[in-house]
């Protein structure tokens, strides 16, 4: 079965310091890889999406970015965090297209930027 | 851009009541995708609905598309204690799923 690895799942950073969040996927093969943010008490904010190795689709312009190293591997990254930072942010897997697949979340990195 | 919207944003029940949240969409949907939060933990899928005028039942939970594919509901039956927590819809465009704007349900026992 497939499973959806997400870490650390809690984190504080100063402002100004650098980010690295890391989601893996097991059990399947060239998965469309997504980042989302949640802010507290809101809705899901796409960030990235990904459709293979080295593929990047941004969907809001800012301090972060994405990159995909491996077919299963998806890595969300600052140089230089900001307050407006903090946040819920979820990595998630879906099989193909959006219309024929529904996302698979991993269990989330809680990070706190002070 | 698509947009989804989704309401009420909140909504607060005696246990035993029933409670329905409305997601609107911008344009048509091919399909629509239902997603339950609980508090403290990610989003998990619930359905999905694909064609027009579909309804389909999960236990207390029943989830309606609409005939012109552009919104859709869903409506719990005598709410739980464990049914707290948010739904989102989402409209699945291309690579991408728009999320709705959620509804934050608060079971009161």
């Known amino acids: 079965s497939q499973t959806i690895h997400q870490w650390p799942a809690t984190l504080v950073q100063p402002v100004g310091s650098p980010l690295s969040l890391e989601c893996t996927v097991e059990g399947t093969s060239n998965p469309n890889l997504y980042w989302y943010r949640q802010a507290a008490g809101r809705g899901l904010q796409l960030l990235f999406y990904?459709?293979?190795?080295?593929?990047i689709s941004s969907e809001v312009p800012q301090n972060l970015s994405a990159s995909r190293p491996q077919d299963r591997q998806f890595i969300l990254s600052s140089k230089k965090l900001l307050l407006s930072d903090s946040g819920f942010y979820l990595c998630?897997?879906?099989?193909?297209?959006?219309?024929?697949?529904?996302?698979?979340f991993g269990n989330g990195t809680r990070l706190t930027v002070t | 851009g698509q947009q989804v919207m989704q309401i009420p944003q909140y909504q607060h029940v005696q246990e035993g009541e029933d409670f329905t949240t409305y997601c609107n969409s911008s344009?048509?949907?091919?399909?629509i995708q239902w997603y339950k939060q609980r508090p403290g933990g990610h989003p998990v899928f619930l359905i999905q609905l694909v064609k027009s005028g579909e309804v389909k039942k999960q236990k207390r939970l029943t989830f309606q598309f609409g005939e012109a594919k552009k919104n859709s509901s869903l409506h719990i039956t005598a709410t739980q204690t464990t049914d707290v927590g948010t739904y989102f819809c989402?409209?699945?465009?291309?690579?991408?799923?728009?999320f709705g704007t959620g509804t934050s349900l608060t079971v009161i026992p």
């Open positions: 998630a897997w879906a099989q193909g297209q959006a219309r024929n697949s529904p996302l698979h």
């Open positions: 990904s459709v293979g190795i080295g593929q």
């Open positions: 344009t048509t949907l091919s399909n």
């Open positions: 989402a409209g699945p465009a291309g690579n991408q799923f728009y």
